[in-house]
């Protein structure tokens, strides 16, 4: 049974360019959450999403982020405009239901704004 | 101060010794988590404990929670080179938000060999 995927691992991105995230949750899993980890810094929420919904985006900026998890293929967080601020190692986790009490999380993606 | 913060900052000790981490909180939770981060990988869930539980242990894994402190500690016993790596402990929000697990700013543990 694979775990959360994700791609790129790594993703190098000039400033103001667009960034784009994949995750793939695990079998059975319709529930997704995004968190974002600053250097030494601990995870920080951003949005949580079930299939074509987003049910909290509380944690995400209002400008140059979104998110989507569409009815088939990964769910995708994207970045326009990137700025060096948005360098950050990218989480995403998967749960089988809303109130599950432990998320499982993929190996991230390592975003890099030059 | 954030909600779930862990001390020490950075942690150093060689094999064979115990290793114990601390967590304090804020507001009431009904569960605290600690995960485990190697270096430059994903997060590993390593336990759980419930609001109503004062110790658990899961192989060489010990965890308290003092709600009436508000804090939770992580023993690693014997400890192991492998096991360096930082160290996480998370709450989930209140009531509906349960999912939105706040994590603090984590214990970096080396075991010298």
């Known amino acids: 049974n694979a775990g959360v995927m994700q791609n790129p691992r790594h993703l190098v991105r000039r400033r103001g360019q667009e960034a784009r995230l994949r995750c793939s949750p695990m079998?059975?899993?319709?529930?997704v959450y995004w968190y974002r980890q600053l250097p030494e810094e601990g995870l920080k929420f951003m949005v949580y999403l079930q299939k074509e919904n987003i049910i909290d985006e509380s944690g995400m900026p209002k400008e140059r982020f979104s998110a989507e998890f569409p009815k088939e293929g990964p769910s995708i967080l994207r970045i326009q405009q990137v700025v060096r601020g948005d360098s950050a190692a990218y989480f995403c986790?998967?749960?089988?239901?809303?109130?599950?009490?432990?998320?499982?999380f993929g190996p991230g993606t390592r975003l890099l704004v030059l | 101060s954030q909600q779930g913060e862990e001390d020490p900052q950075a942690l150093s000790i060689q094999e064979g010794e115990n290793a114990t981490m601390n967590c304090s909180y804020k507001?009431?939770?009904?569960?605290l988590q600690w995960y485990r981060q190697n270096s430059g990988r994903g997060l590993v869930h390593l336990i759980l404990i419930r609001s109503n539980e004062r110790e658990k242990h899961s192989g060489r894994l010990r965890v308290t929670l003092d709600t009436s402190k508000k804090s939770s500690s992580l023993l690693i016993t014997a400890s192991r080179a492998a096991d360096t790596a930082s160290y996480f402990c998370?709450?989930?929000?209140?009531?509906?938000?349960?999912?939105?697990?706040?994590f603090g700013k984590g214990t970096l543990l080396t075991v010298n060999p």
């Open positions: 507001t009431s939770i009904n569960n």
């Open positions: 998370a709450t989930p929000g209140s009531g509906g938000s349960n999912y939105k697990l706040t």
């Open positions: 079998k059975g899993h319709s529930h």
């Open positions: 986790a998967s749960s089988p239901e809303r109130a599950a009490e432990t998320q499982y």
